[in-house]
């Protein structure tokens, strides 16, 4: 039976954000009918308003960081029931991509389209997720290897957040770079993808935690959540400010969180020798990198052995990896609560200040409240 429900459509690129009713067909097979609970509001979503649905056609159903409650499965789902809780997952291995059939399923392409379930109430246009789940919605159908299950007790408010920012931090921490114990870390951009980076890195054992940022206000929750050190980047340089901590000889490892595609040069500058720098934000098509390569600079690339890395979500298999990180989350290792700044309600004007607070910095996530657990 066809699921009537509220979704936050955008109909063209650049356009506005609009609550409207939409249908959802019962799941097909492999597939399952999620309730969602909460949404966090993620720059990927600002990024495919702007730049076009990840290549998915508009109208789009935004939203892809979501968590909630099982309701239908499909045929074929052995491994999921309704009833259970589960964090929605873009970055899945597709299984069929080259990476994949040479077993590098990290380095995954995530080829996934939305199931074809959805559509607009009244016009039957279909709609497609953004990042192939459409979290933004009270109900959204999607491909089961998606939804990954978490323990009942698992705030759903909170790892929600690993359907995205946080995941994608921490693994570019745990996975792309591999932080070991007693490395030095620098992480340039303190929203939800850093301060996932932040911890990561704290959770396999850096020693040192040097948080960049051009908003002193985020280095209180910073701290909180591992900094040993904080760099106003608004300040001055904060590449000669990085090296001057660590007396001249730069970081080990030095993420770039922020979506600018000059600052992935930055991030190069910062380590020192042999040091890896993991590029992490998603910048603007048509961006170009620059890096410093030669001469007797300490910041240059060559023949300072620096290595750069791109990081596609935190190169996550989530069915090994969130189970792992909603322990950490559940002990007390990994604090999501630290990363939410504000709850939100579902309406126009709550995702339209929940955008607006985003973009000018002034959040690390609102987390939307979409429905009860």
């Known amino acids: 039976m066809t699921e009537q429900a509220r979704g936050a459509v955008v109909r063209s690129q650049g356009g506005e954000i609009a609550i409207e009713p939409i249908e959802v067909d019962p799941p097909a097979q ?12 993620c720059h990927s979503d600002s990024w495919a308003i702007d730049h076009g649905n990840w290549g998915e056609p508009f109208p789009m159903l935004l939203g892809h960081e979501g968590a909630g409650v099982i309701e239908q499965i499909g045929s074929g789902v052995t491994d999921l029931a309704p009833g259970d809780h589960v964090v929605l997952a873009w970055a899945v291995p597709c299984g069929r991509c080259r990476a994949c059939l040479r077993g590098a399923v990290r380095r995954c392409d995530h080829g996934w389209t939305q199931p074809p379930r959805l559509r607009i109430a009244g016009t039957g246009e279909p709609l ?38 946080a995941s994608t931090g921490i693994g570019a921490a745990v996975n792309t770079a591999g932080v070991w114990p007693g490395a030095t870390v620098a992480v340039i951009g303190l929203g939800g993808i850093g301060l996932g980076a932040l911890q990561g890195a704290k959770i396999a054992g850096a020693g040192r935690l040097i948080a960049v940022d051009l908003v002193a206000a985020k280095f209180d929750i910073a701290r909180r959540l591992g900094a040993t050190d904080t ?13 001057a901590l660590t007396g001249g000889e730069g970081v080990d490892v030095a993420f770039e969180a922020t979506g600018n595609a000059r600052v992935v040069s930055q991030a190069v500058a910062m380590v020192g020798r042999s040091g890896l720098a993991v590029a992490i934000g998603v910048p603007a098509p048509d961006s170009e990198i620059t ?6 600079r300490p910041e240059a690339a060559y023949p300072n052995k620096a290595s750069l890395l791109v990081t596609d979500g935190g190169d996550p298999i989530p069915a090994e990896d969130f189970p792992t990180w909603v322990g950490w989350f559940l002990d007390g290792h990994l604090d999501l609560d630290g990363m939410v700044t504000r709850e939100a309600g579902f309406t126009e004007e709550d995702l339209d200040e929940a955008f607006r607070a985003m973009l000018a910095g002034e959040v690390v996530r609102t987390v939307v409240r979409i429905g009860d657990v």
């Open 30 to 41: 492999g597939e399952v009918l999620v309730r969602v609970v909460a949404n966090g509001i």
């Open 128 to 165: 497609t997720g953004t990042l192939s789940l459409g979290t933004l919605a009270t109900h959204t159908v999607v491909h089961a290897a998606q939804a990954i299950r978490v323990p009942a007790e698992a705030d759903l408010t909170r790892v929600c957040l690993l359907g995205c920012g």
């Open 231 to 243: 760099v106003d980047a608004s300040a001055g340089d904060a590449v000669a400010a990085v090296r």
């Open 291 to 296: 890096l410093a390569w030669g001469g007797d």
